[in-house]
């Protein structure tokens, strides 16, 4: 399966500010997705994200406030822009299947970026 | 809409015991399901998949799952539990026509010594 390398692991941040995550997979992969956990909560998707094309948002997820890129088909970054103590969180990015093949990772996730907005 | 319920919030085994985390799905078509496990402040990782064929899986950490499609179930099993198990356990169900994970509530599982 695909080795996921997210940073930052964790950050705390002022409100009104942006953080930008990244996630970098060790091999290329069709689409990317990004989740957001809350305090106590199970996981969110916020968006797919492929290469050379918009992401695709989910209900309640904006871009302009969870801008996404997607230059190549080993990275994408995601940031949470206008910092609010809400999007205290944990963002997670996770990849499904190889560019080339049909094998399935079965959804491999980063370790994880924990924001505390303050 | 699909729906994945994992009625159990916690749950207390202690070590050594069996234990069995359910998971049911409500879904129109042949669903794909997943189970991963969560340890505090760490990412999710993969205990094991269903996409066809036997519908009993094996995954890793000595964890099995058995689908029952009459039960609309996925049901996550370990005959003998290790106190390194303690973490929360989601369940999730491929959907959006196959390019988004639902995922449950989670479990979370306590072991006592």
């Known amino acids: 399966s695909a080795v996921i390398s997210q940073k930052p692991s964790r950050d705390i941040c002022q409100r009104g500010t942006s953080l930008t995550i990244q996630c970098q997979v060790d091999?290329?992969?069709?689409?990317m997705f990004w989740y957001r956990q809350q305090p106590g909560q199970s996981l969110t998707l916020i968006a797919t994200?492929?290469?050379?094309?918009?992401?695709?948002?989910e209900s309640g997820f904006v871009i302009d406030k969870f801008p996404i890129s997607r230059p190549n088909l080993t990275f994408s970054t995601l940031t949470v822009s206008n910092l609010s103590p809400e999007d205290s969180s944990i963002y997670l990015c996770s990849v499904d299947r190889p560019a080339i093949g049909a094998a399935n990772y079965g959804y491999t996730f980063g370790s994880g970026t924990r924001l505390t907005v303050v | 809409a699909q729906s994945v319920t994992q009625p159990d919030i916690h749950i207390t085994v202690s070590e050594g015991a069996s234990l069995e985390l359910r998971c049911n799905y409500s879904y129109g078509a042949t669903p794909y399901l997943f189970w991963y496990v969560q340890s505090p402040g760490q990412g999710l990782q993969l205990l094991l998949k269903?996409?066809?064929?036997?519908?009993l899986v094996q995954g890793i950490k000595g964890f099995e799952a058995e689908f029952k499609r009459s039960q609309s179930s996925f049901n996550l099993r370990k005959p003998s539990v290790h106190w390194s198990d303690a973490a929360e356990y989601f369940c999730?169900?491929?959907?959006?026509?196959?390019?988004?994970?639902?995922f449950g509530t989670g479990t979370q599982l306590k072991v006592e010594l």
């Open positions: 999730a169900v491929l959907t959006g026509g196959g390019n988004k994970l639902t």
């Open positions: 091999s290329q992969v069709t689409m």
């Open positions: 269903y996409f066809s064929g036997d519908t």
């Open positions: 994200a492929n290469q050379g094309s918009e992401a695709t948002y």
